[in-house]
């Protein structure tokens, strides 16, 4: 978390930001936040972004001279966005080139500065888990990609064969980076109810129509939380940049994720959960398992080396 929808949201509102606009001034507040050191930051100071992209739950910054700025948030990175202010007593020209400066807060990590306004990477957690990497070419970007299939574009084979290519959990394969592109805990369980499928059911006992579903379930589920997402904060454009309480893993429209307790919109039984380690896994037991409650213990030794054992296997 963030995940594919809260990526591309960020991505999408980022681009009539920065496009086009030169990096002022790259400003680095943790030294734990910046993974490489050869290209230094401030290489990419004075080039202009070419390009917003999402890789896998990565946000990717394109300049000038093939150098790409990638940024991981993990479980509690998130970004803020502050308009360039007005300088005083300068004409219309340099409205809009300088930005106040504001002081550090707490959370902040790094900030990037553009005549259009400033981009400040935070965490909210006592642990650094956010990365920042600068690299240069497109091999070197694409050694940070974990190699899942993007679930919008593959097709129903090719999810099909990435997806049984191991006996495991569905949960699991779902949320595997290695495996899919982008896809956490949240959005695996909404993709599970939507399709009707138990989160522990293994990988290569699914019939082929249960395989076509998950398929289908997968792409309209994240496509249509992407388009939701930005709608709600991109139209019109530029739209408002969403804040670090509009970037969450609890969403209210959500059918199963975080609502433990709580009726199933589909059938009105409650949602239940399962907990492994620092995550919670909810499904609905009428909707998905034929009516069974999967107990967390028993769980918790059919999953085994299945399950993730740390946030970072979650969140790659």
Not at 10 to 26: G, K, T, V
Not at 50 to 57: F, N
Not at 133 to 155: F, I
């Amino acid at each position: 978390m963030p995940e594919l929808p809260d990526i591309d949201l960020y991505a999408a509102a980022l681009r009539p930001r920065i496009l086009r606009h030169p990096l002022r001034a790259a400003l680095l507040k943790s030294v734990f936040l910046l993974r490489t050191a050869d290209p230094p930051l401030d290489a990419l100071e004075g080039r202009s972004v070419r390009a917003v992209s999402r890789l896998g739950k990565r946000l990717v910054l394109e300049f000038d001279d093939d150098l790409h700025l990638i940024l991981h948030l993990m479980i509690a990175g998130r970004l803020r966005w502050a308009d360039a202010g007005p300088t005083p007593d300068a004409g219309p020209e340099s409205a809009k080139v300088r930005v106040r400066p504001a002081p550090w807060s707490k959370i902040d990590l790094a900030r990037l500065r553009f005549d259009t306004g400033t981009l400040t990477i935070t965490e909210a957690s006592q642990q650094k888990r956010a990365g920042l990497w600068v690299v240069k070419g497109r091999d070197a970007l694409a050694a940070h990609d974990p190699g899942g299939l993007e679930p919008l574009t593959c097709t129903r084979d090719e999810f099909a064969q990435a997806l049984t290519r191991d006996s495991r959990t569905l949960k699991r394969a779902l949320t595997d980076p290695h495996t899919f592109a982008g896809i956490g805990n949240a959005y695996s369980d909404e993709i599970l109810h939507a399709a009707r499928l138990s989160p522990i059911a293994l990988t290569r006992k699914l019939t082929p129509d249960d395989l076509t579903r998950l398929w289908a379930t997968t792409r309209e589920t994240l496509a249509a939380w992407s388009a939701k997402l930005i709608a709600e904060f991109l139209d019109p454009p530029p739209g408002r940049f969403p804040g670090a309480g509009d970037i969450t893993a609890f969403r209210p429209d959500f059918a199963v994720h975080g609502k433990f307790g709580t009726p199933c919109p589909v059938c009105g039984h409650k949602v239940q959960r399962i907990i492994r380690a620092e995550n919670e896994i909810n499904y609905c037991p009428t909707c998905q398992t034929g009516g069974k409650v999967l107990a967390d213990r028993s769980m918790s030794r059919l999953l085994g080396d299945d399950w993730p054992r740390t946030v970072e296997e979650w969140e790659q």
